[in-house]
């Protein structure tokens, strides 16, 4: 082929392997090589993208998707190589969701996100760098070591999927599964350049997701385009009974929906007739110049695709920091309260009464910004002080929600605005300050309080030659929406085509 593989993204490769251009393991064993050389160059913590990688266990998938094809069956997604993050369980590599807590854990099953990926034929090329149990906003915060930004190394990726954003925008994969709790697909997709979606909560499973906040997180997909993420999304969708909390809707082909036409649009006008809001509360004063600049000019792109551009108002985004750190840190001193070097988990040695054996275990197993939550979280739960955090702040995530359903009610059919204050800030330039960590969270945290699906677009380049990512946000179930203006913006634009260097 005339443009190397690890160039091409999804679609691009499901027609090459389809047309018999390239096998599955042909594919599989340029990645693996391509990820075995940067290795051998500078370490595997250079860019820090990968945890765990099986080139055998690779390649067997490799095969079985190639002896699939050659039984006659066939589909977009059949030997295609994408990447994992480490918060989804796996049979057949580690599962550590970046901390030493579950150092060396190898699960019995598979996760269903990973399951009806491997079913659709994809093929695994590994394990991928996060947050310790997806807390954190920049991926410093893994117990391994940080994730870097393939456009600067001195700079973060964005968190907590930032070794999927890494290894997707250093071309190391086609494209990687993440999570979304506050932001944690979006965030690290602008600031490294591709294009993530977070769905509505409840359209894919959580079943075999090491938890984190049971009501916020949510898995989705990371690629290059759009077009790519419909594919995967799609895969992944869909009712499953093992996950009381998974909506009851079945597969979606969001590929279709998203090729699906407007009424009224024509072939230089695709939005022909949409309305997209911009909330005031999205541009504030303090908004970085660059990424202002960015997000104008693809904006203006939108317009010229035929949208209309409407003044809106989310008058509660202010309020989406503190309710997300009432409500996830409590979630997550729950959920991680069976990690006690008993049930599960790390287990000091030596150690003195049953006491000891967990106070040990789980100052050994959890990193500081986890500790950090759990005793934030067990504190708003703690008698007398449930009422006045807790429950404020479930009723606070009622109010944010009825402030989307009245825009799109009212004044327009998708919001769209900031994905972060800024670009991409230096490693550890905020590490003795993790509340301005929390603060980068400001845009995306109401979408993922209201359960609403979510995107990151490449929208251009600010200081530094660094990516900005424009944020979509739709109505429930409205993932297909998203995804077709996503699509015309990319197909008018090449922001997403290009590559750090």
């Known amino acids: 082929m005339s443009t190397e593989l690890h160039d091409l993204g999804v679609a691009a490769l499901g027609q090459a392997l389809a047309s018999r251009q390239v096998s599955a393991t042909e594919l599989a064993g340029a990645l693996l090589a391509r990820q075995a050389a940067l290795d051998s160059q500078c370490g595997p913590s250079s860019l820090g993208a990968y945890l765990a990688v099986d080139a055998e266990a690779t390649l067997a998938q490799a095969r079985r998707a190639d002896q699939r094809r050659a039984d006659g069956e066939s589909g977009p997604l059949l030997g295609v190589p994408i990447a994992h993050k480490d918060i989804f369980v796996t049979r057949d590599w580690p599962t550590t ?299 606070l995530r009622r109010m944010i929600a009825d402030d989307f359903s009245r825009c799109f009610a009212e004044r327009c059919d998708v919001i769209a605005g900031p994905v972060a204050p800024s670009v991409a800030w230096k490693i550890g330039e905020r590490s003795d300050d993790p509340v301005q960590d929390y603060l980068a969270d400001i845009f995306t945290l109401p979408a993922s309080l209201a359960g609403l699906p979510g995107m990151s677009v490449p929208a251009g380049f600010g200081e530094a030659g660094l990516p900005v990512g424009l944020q979509l946000i739709g109505r429930h179930f409205a993932e297909g929406q998203l995804l077709h203006v996503a699509h015309a913006l990319q197909q008018a634009t090449d922001w997403h085509l290009r590559s750090p260097k």
């Open 97 to 395: 969701a970046g901390s030493k807590m579950l150092a060396g854990y190898r699960s019995p099953f598979d996760a269903t996100v990973v399951e009806r990926l491997a079913a659709a034929g994809t093929v695994t090329l590994g394990k991928l760098n996060c947050d310790e149990f997806a807390m954190g906003s920049s991926n410093e915060h893994s117990a391994f070591f940080p994730a870097r930004n393939p456009w600067d190394l001195s700079r973060i990726p964005g968190g907590s999927s930032g070794g999927s954003a890494v290894a997707v925008a250093a071309r190391l994969a086609p494209a990687a599964t993440g999570t979304d709790t506050g932001g944690s697909i979006r965030q690290p997709a602008a600031f490294c350049g591709i294009t993530g979606i977070k769905p509505t909560y409840g359209v894919c499973s959580r079943y075999g997701m090491v938890a984190f906040a049971s009501s916020l997180d949510q898995a989705g997909v990371m690629a290059r385009s759009a077009e790519d993420c419909a594919l995967l999304l799609g895969a992944m969708s869909g009712f499953d009974e093992r996950d009381a909390t998974s909506a009851e809707r079945p597969p979606q082909d969001y590929r279709a929906q998203m090729l699906a036409p407007r009424d009224g649009a024509s072939a230089s006008r695709p939005l022909a007739g949409l309305r997209i809001g911009l909330p005031a509360e999205f541009f504030p004063p303090a908004l970085a110049a660059d990424v202002n600049g960015a997000l104008r000019g693809a904006l203006a792109a939108l317009e010229k695709l035929g949208a209309t551009l409407v003044d809106v108002s989310l008058p509660r985004t202010a309020l989406a920091i503190p309710v997300y750190y009432v409500i996830a840190p409590a979630e997550a001193s729950s959920n991680l309260s069976r990690f006690d070097g008993v049930r599960y988990g790390h287990r000091a040695e030596p150690h003195g009464d049953l006491m000891d054996l967990y106070k040990k275990s789980r100052s050994e197993g959890f990193g500081p910004e986890v500790q950090r939550r759990i005793v934030i979280g067990t504190y708003v739960l703690s008698h007398g002080y449930y009422d006045a955090y807790y429950l404020q702040a479930q009723k």
